[in-house]
């Protein structure tokens, strides 16, 4: 079935420091998303990419939609505490009307004050 | 705060209980969804409801039944599980089933026992 890498699977960080994150895929997307999820919660739509070559940015997170259709990345600059938590990459697909949704296996972002 | 609400927070359940959860949504969405996540996983597609009709289901055991009663609410109910159906159940709706992202509710967390 289709999978997306998603990279690193864990990352430590200090607070300050810039973050960055990766989804590759053998396959073309329509969108990307990028969600994060705390514990006891359900993920939180963080950016949504719909074209190639997309650069969006949401306060201190930057996220790309790759050119081939098949990457996106997601950067956090100066990162606090309350950054921590899993970050998903999802591609989306379209079949006909049907949007098909694919998640990364997640990074846990952990972040030492 | 999420738009998608679900209820119950938690559930525990025996395995020759019935209980239903429910989702509610109030943004105009007409696409819904079920998603079970075990812990340190992605989500994972169960069933897709477009426009109150079934779409999609991901060959989920019969012990768990969907329903939509009108656009706005999503329920599944369950039956005779077993201890491996424990999970978080989260509950999502897009605009319509294409290109839109997905909003998350902040799930039910089940025990079977």
């Known amino acids: 079935g289709q999978q997306l890498n998603q990279s690193p699977q864990s990352m430590f960080i200090q607070e300050g420091e810039d973050v960055s994150m990766n989804c590759t895929s053998s396959s073309i997307f329509n969108t990307w998303l990028w969600y994060k999820q705390e514990p006891g919660e359900g993920p939180v739509l963080l950016i949504a990419l719909y074209k190639a070559g997309e650069l969006t940015s949401n306060g201190r997170l930057t996220a790309q939609f790759g050119i081939t259709r098949k990457d996106s990345f997601l950067n956090i600059s100066a990162s606090i505490p309350s950054d921590v938590g899993i970050y998903f990459c999802a591609g989306q697909r379209l079949k006909g009307s049907q949007g098909n949704l694919i998640f990364g296996k997640g990074t846990k972002l952990s972040v030492k004050p | 705060d999420t738009e998608v609400t679900q209820t119950p927070k938690h559930l525990v359940m025996g395995m020759t209980n019935k209980k239903s959860l429910k989702c509610e949504q109030h943004?105009?969405?007409?696409?819904m969804y079920w998603y079970k996540q075990k812990a340190k996983k992605p989500p994972e597609l169960m069933f897709v409801y477009s426009y109150e009709k079934l779409s999609i289901n991901e060959s989920v055991p019969s012990r768990f039944s969907p329903e939509c009663p009108n656009s706005s609410l999503l329920n599944l109910h369950l039956h005779a599980l077993q201890p491996e159906d424990s999970a978080l159940y989260l509950c999502?709706?897009?605009?319509?089933?294409?290109?839109?992202?997905?909003?998350f509710g902040n799930g039910t967390r089940l025990t079977v026992t």
């Open positions: 943004m105009g969405h007409r696409a």
């Open positions: 999502a709706s897009s605009q319509d089933w294409s290109n839109s992202p997905l909003h």
